[in-house]
Each structure stands twice: as structure tokens, then as C-alpha cells.
């Protein structure tokens, strides 16, 4: 059984949460905190990002992509008859362009301060930065803008069907949200579309998730919020 080694709000983990469950792969999770850069963890994941995923007595699997590959060449051909790779070269490629937004461009401009002020410098003893906190927010506004635009216009991220895309986005707006820092009033098409991603049965053991000292928004764990 594949073991995942994991923070529980970081949205590369949660991806690969979501993708495993979609594929119905039992798994095993377990917690670490990256950014203590322990000396296990380091001499598995010497970047100290994660998420890594061990499998039997194979050499570790680090990093997002390379875990999310190893899943779907070793594991999705015989969990689910589809995939989350949709058929065409033209939506490939508007998935994995899509992907590449929210993995880097979201991540980079977005989730990675939030989660930086608000959890890890909460565990290390260290102040938030308002500053850092104040331009998430308003770069989470123009993505959203943006997200919203592609959401009214075709039924999941990437086209007429679902995909890794979808995933992608929903992990880490699922972290944001828990944190309580989605203004989802402003977004009304990315709103009904994460709850229909919410609502799928891959994506309920996220839902039940809670972090040690922080607590969920009052809404997280809703369906229709």
C-alpha cells in the first residue's frame, strides 16, 4: 500500500490525496512538517518540500509531479477505467497549462505566503507578515477574476470534462479555504464549481481534516456554504 508523507494543508499533498481517491488507491498517511527540515525526512526529500510517496521497498517518490506521474503509470490504468488526463492533444495541453497555473503561478503569488505566515511561522515561533498577508489577498483577487472568466464559460477548468486541473485548483483553494481566506462572494462561478469538486467522494477525507491549533473555517467542511 502506498504511504504518503504529508503536511495536511499543503496543497501538493492534498492534490495527491485527491488524485489517489479519485483512482480509489488505498493508501497510508503520514504527517510531517517539511519546514523543519528533520534530518529523516531531509535525507528522503533533501529540498524538504515534499509530498513524497513510498511504495513497497522502491526508492522514494519526491516532489508533486514526479508523485502524481508514478501514480498514473503505475497505479490509474487499473484502479479506474479514466483518467484524469482527458483524451486530445489540444486538452492536454490546456490541462497541463492550467496545472502549471495553479502549481506555480497561484502557488508562487498566493498559497505559499499565506501558509508561510499563517502555519509554518505559527509553528517555528515566528510574527505574520500583515504585508505578505495584504498582497496574497489581493493577488488571490485577480486570480479569482481570472478563474472566474474560464469557469463561465465551460463546465470544469480545463474543457467539458473533469480533470487533474480541477484537482489542482481545488486543493489549494480547500487550504486557503480552511484557513478562512477565500472571498467566495466575490467569485460566484468558481464558487459553484468548487462545490461540485467538493462534493465528490475522493474529496471527503480532506474535509475531515483538522490541524492542531488551527481551526477550520465555519464553513469548511460544508457542501452547500
Not at 4 to 19: F, G
Not at 22 to 37: A, K, M, N, Q, S
Not at 106 to 122: A, G, H, M, P, S
Amino acid at each position: 500500500m502506498p504511504e504518503l508523507l504529508q503536511y495536511r494543508l499543503q496543497p501538493a499533498a492534498r492534490l495527491v490525496r485527491l488524485m489517489l481517491g479519485e483512482y480509489g488507491i488505498e493508501h497510508e498517511l503520514t504527517d510531517v512538517r517539511p519546514w523543519r527540515r528533520e534530518k529523516p525526512f531531509l535525507q528522503i526529500d533533501p529540498s524538504a518540500e515534499g509530498p513524497v510517496m513510498l511504495v513497497d521497498d522502491e526508492p522514494p517518490v519526491v516532489g508533486v509531479t514526479a508523485v502524481m506521474a508514478h501514480i498514473e503509470e503505475r497505479f490509474a490504468h487499473t484502479a479506474a477505467e479514466t483518467t484524469l488526463f482527458p483524451s486530445g492533444a489540444a486538452n492536454r495541453a490546456e490541462t497541463r497549462r492550467l496545472m502549471d497555473w495553479v502549481l506555480f503561478k497561484l502557488n508562487d503569488e498566493v498559497t505559499r505566503y499565506v501558509l508561510e505566515e499563517k502555519v509554518i511561522k505559527r509553528d517555528l515561533s515566528g510574527p505574520p507578515e500583515p504585508a505578505a498577508l495584504r498582497a496574497a489577498k489581493a493577488n488571490l483577487g485577480e486570480h479569482l477574476a481570472y478563474l472566474d472568466y474560464l469557469l463561465a464559460t465551460r463546465r470544469w477548468l480545463a474543457g467539458e470534462t473533469m480533470t487533474l486541473a480541477d484537482f489542482a485548483l481545488a486543493a489549494h483553494l480547500s487550504s486557503l479555504d480552511y484557513l478562512g481566506d477565500v472571498p467566495w462572494a466575490e467569485a460566484e462561478e468558481v464558487r459553484g464549481w468548487y462545490q461540485r469538486v467538493k462534493s465528490r467522494p475522493a474529496f471527503r477525507p480532506l474535509l475531515a481534516d483538522r490541524v492542531t491549533a488551527i481551526p477550520a473555517s465555519t464553513h469548511y467542511a460544508d457542501l452547500d456554504f
